[in-house]
């Protein structure tokens, strides 16, 4: 069986961009469970409208 080398190659990061990358997912994050939530009180809304 022949062997597999593997071999890799380290880039360096600075944690600035650790930082931006993650307060960028954060802010992705917390808009999407804003819309979330306003979409399922829009959905209650509707139901109290139109079922009750």
């Keep these: ?3 597999q080398q ?5 880039a360096a990061v600075d944690s600035k961009d650790i ?3 993650r307060q960028h997912a954060w802010e992705g ?7 979330g ?3 399922t009180v829009l959905l209650l809304l509707a139901l109290l ?3 009750a």
């Design 37 to 39: 939530i306003g979409a």
């Design 1 to 3: 069986m022949a062997e």
């Design 49 to 51: 409208i139109f079922v």
């Design 6 to 10: 593997q071999h890799y190659e380290f």
């Design 19 to 21: 930082l931006a990358e």
């Design 29 to 35: 994050f917390t808009q999407f469970v804003a819309w």
